[in-house]
């Protein structure tokens, strides 16, 4: 299932624009095409490239202290991103441009980026979930983006969205297509990963605000 009205077209500002008022709107926002095939494609071969090299490791949820693996839950490996590509800085580019427009309109005080590059193998998936609850570990806004070139809608692999923690309707699904970019706010919108049939790519990342106070520096430098 896939709601075409949920689906944000367009190039440039009015893509950006299309983001964010679908962000006051709904909560969310769904972008096919947000990124160009070249930018998807560069990413996609760093993401093989690092797997081959071993640097992908099996996901786990929770932060710090809390931090802990639970395959019942989800079963994804990651290798978070640092900037250390072409790729990667363009990309990071257009998420700076994001975060501004983001703090320029809707004043969340966004501050910071972490993201990481995702690969779910045949039947991995991630279980219903907020990527952020009370303001834990400072999320405000989620990105995810899509890497799979060619993706079949048999394959399965969409991500699942409520429109808020207690909804019992699914509000769409997305199908995990090259250059998707997906947008949502962390503590209100629930989401599931959806076991596929094919490996599946992705980039997930997430802005956070500022929590530095005397004592603590957050995010970590």
Not at 7 to 17: A, E, F, P, S
Not at 55 to 79: N, P, Y
Request: glycine letters at 10%; hydrophobic letters at 35%.
């Amino acid at each position: 299932m896939e709601d075409n009205a949920d689906l944000i077209g367009g190039v440039g500002g009015d893509r950006l624009g299309g983001v964010i008022d679908s962000l006051v709107t709904r909560g969310y926002a769904v972008s096919p095409g947000y990124f160009p095939p070249s930018l998807v494609r560069a990413l996609r071969k760093e993401t093989m490239e690092r797997d081959q090299r071993g640097e992908f490791r099996l996901a786990g949820i929770g932060r710090r202290q809390d931090h802990q693996k639970d395959t019942r839950v989800r079963s994804d490996r990651t290798c978070w991103l640092k900037g250390d590509s072409l790729a990667q800085c363009r990309l990071l580019d257009a998420m700076e441009t994001l975060r501004l427009e983001v703090n320029r309109t809707l004043f969340m005080g966004l501050f910071d980026l972490e993201s990481h590059f995702a690969i779910y193998g045949p039947g991995d998936y991630y279980q219903r979930h907020l990527d952020a609850f009370n303001g834990n570990n400072g999320r405000l806004l989620s990105v995810v983006l899509y890497l799979n070139e060619g993706w079949q809608s048999e394959w399965g692999g969409r991500l699942r969205i409520w429109p808020e923690p207690d909804a019992m309707r699914v509000v769409t699904e997305v199908e995990p297509r090259a250059g998707t970019l997906v947008v949502f706010l962390s503590e209100k919108i629930p989401h599931e990963v959806l076991a596929a049939t094919r490996e599946r790519y992705s980039i997930a990342g997430w802005f956070r605000c500022n929590n530095t106070t005397a004592d603590w520096l957050d995010p970590p430098r």
